[in-house]
């Protein structure tokens, strides 16, 4: 969706790469929102330095992340279907 509505909408012709950064910063030192903005630091970091080690140099990266919680407290994705 992020994608869409940057080429397709904002017409900004963006290319996407996936961060490898893995996700397991410890939730319970975070905020909801703190907790998204750190991840999504992390990951932008992440990619920039990889490009830039292959010889790549970026006017932009951008990172994202999602997540889901209630009364504060971050969801983990479920397991599977029945507990979702």
Excluded: C, M
Aim: glycine content about 4%.
């Amino acid at each position: 969706r992020r994608q869409e509505i940057l080429n397709n909408i904002l017409k900004l012709g963006v290319d996407v790469v996936p961060s490898t950064f893995e996700e397991n910063l410890d939730k319970s030192q975070f905020t909801p929102a703190t907790y998204v903005e750190e991840n999504a630091r992390q990951k932008a970091l992440e990619v920039w330095g990889r490009l830039r080690a292959e010889g790549k140099s970026p006017d932009l990266v951008i990172g994202s992340d999602t997540v889901v919680s209630h009364d504060e407290r971050i969801l983990e994705k479920p397991r599977d279907e029945p507990h979702a």
